[in-house]
């Protein structure tokens, strides 16, 4: 990154909450040196954050990083010397007294500052623990720290090299034996080359560690350092607030792509594009039901009531996440699934055997297509197969609705309801005086019934006046379009409110039927502000593909 990107990203997070970032490693060139400065200086540093400027254990480099960090109120030098015997042996050749000599002469002039010294034994995990101590008390005693300004001792796992738990050994054991330990706090520094940082990050937390650093999204050397979203947001699932704000995890995403040019995977935990998706029709329905389960507790408890909620360890909309991107839909996926992407686009729940019959039909598309079935292509499938959608096909283009002195309608569907007003499309207005209740309840009348209809309908363009009469809607509509010379059995007819969260009056309604004709079957579905246009539009849509 540049300058300009590291200012930026460094603005990232302070705004997320991080009271301690590391911004450069100013001895290694003059790029970092100038960033260092360019913070100071230009007074982006708030004044409840440290920065951390980074240097091995070279007097001259160290003078280097005090120059750089110069005139900032709140400074955390750290200092890293490897003390595994590889490195000792190898790379340094250096015996275990001459690496204890290199660290515990600190430079006169951090001396002279009230900064806090940060000291990294690196290759922590794999140093004997009888060393890292010996180290560590001579680079303590040499910097006399105090309990308000404590030394940082940054167990380091450079290279992840043994299980976690055997990591949580060695920091509790440094734990218990460093002496002073009101006067340190002791850090963790995991890498992850064997894919167990968080792991042994955590369980390192537990076995009495003060402090982590790590990088978003496991960026660093090799396979990266801990990732601190998944650490922050694994404490945040166990209800502890870890303090960081990332109640917009989109904009986390786009923020470190865009200036690191490396793209956080589809799977990453909580951050991923796939975190909150299925694709299983198991887990889709499950999921599907969860929702169901928790808008009834809303009802009774509001929205802060417990999350519960199967294959979804937090809600979603907690990151900025939006619940209708959970349910992503492929041959894999089940009618529950479709279900619930029905719901979102029509508002509508459909009867349980025409979820199965349009489950066929997405998964047959699915497979043939060999592609994710998107949100767009549920409108377009269910349109076509169960609506008046196509021009040059069936259309309604008025209708007129009389009835006697009153009117009781009987779907046979639980949801049915009848409608006490109806508006025709060519603007005449009639009215049915059958009662019905929001909820589906049906209030039936002992009266004496006759409904009679008349409309006009276009097949191919042509126009034809159609008109039929009953006891009811549903023996209306259906005696009408019989006119046509359609022969017919009604096997479902019900209807519903659409669940609109807007205006009570912008809701519409949604009719379903279920019709066969010798050995074929068809449903046809009609959704309007006016009940019976419903109706009237979902049984026009299965007649005519009953053709």
Known sequence: MDGDAKL?????????GYKEIEVSYPSASQTEFDFTRRLITTGAIPDDVWIQVMAPCREELIRTTIEAARGAKQVIVHIHLSTSEVFREVVFNMTEQETIDLADSPDPQMRQTAW????????????SLEFALEICEAVKAAWEPMEENKIIFNMAATVEAAMPNVFADQIEYFCDHISEREKVSVSLHNHNDRGCAVAATEMGQLAGADRVEGCLFSNGERTGNVDLVTLALNLFTQGVDPGIDFGNINEVVEMVEELTK???????????????????????????????????LEQKMGPSAKWRMPYLPMDPADLG???????????????????????????IDMPKDLEIAFTRVVKGYSEEKGIEI????????????????????????????????????????VNGHAA?????????????????????????????????????????????EISGSGEDILTCLVDAVRELGFFFDVADYRTEWQHHEGAEDTRRSAGFVKLTSRDKIAWGVGIHADSILASLHAILSATAKLE
């Open 8 to 16: 930026r990203f460094f603005q990232h997070l302070v705004r997320f």
């Open 116 to 127: 806090t010294l940060e000291f990294t034994p690196e290759n922590f995990q794999d140093t």
């Open 262 to 296: 490396i793209p956080v995977h589809f799977r990453a935990p909580y951050a991923g594009k796939y975190t909150f998706c299925t694709f299983t029709g198991t887990h889709q329905d499950a999921i599907r039901k969860g929702y169901k389960a928790r808008a009834r």
């Open 321 to 347: 996440r939006k619940h209708e991107a959970i349910i992503r839909l492929n041959s894999q996926s089940g009618k529950g699934g479709i279900g619930w992407l029905v719901n979102e686009v029509f508002e």
């Open 374 to 413: 998107t949100r767009e292509i549920i409108e377009d499938l269910f349109r076509s197969h169960y609506m008046l959608s196509k021009p040059e096909g069936v259309q309604l283009v008025s209708c007129t609705l009389r009835t006697g002195k009153v009117c009781s309608a009987k779907p046979n569907g």
């Open 420 to 464: 006490n007003g109806v508006t025709s499309v060519n603007g005449i207005k009639d009215h049915v005086n059958g009662d019905n209740e929001p909820n589906g309840k049906i209030l039936e009348h002992d009266h004496t019934k006759t409904v009679h209809l008349k409309a006009v309908i276009a097949i191919q363009g042509v126009r034809q």
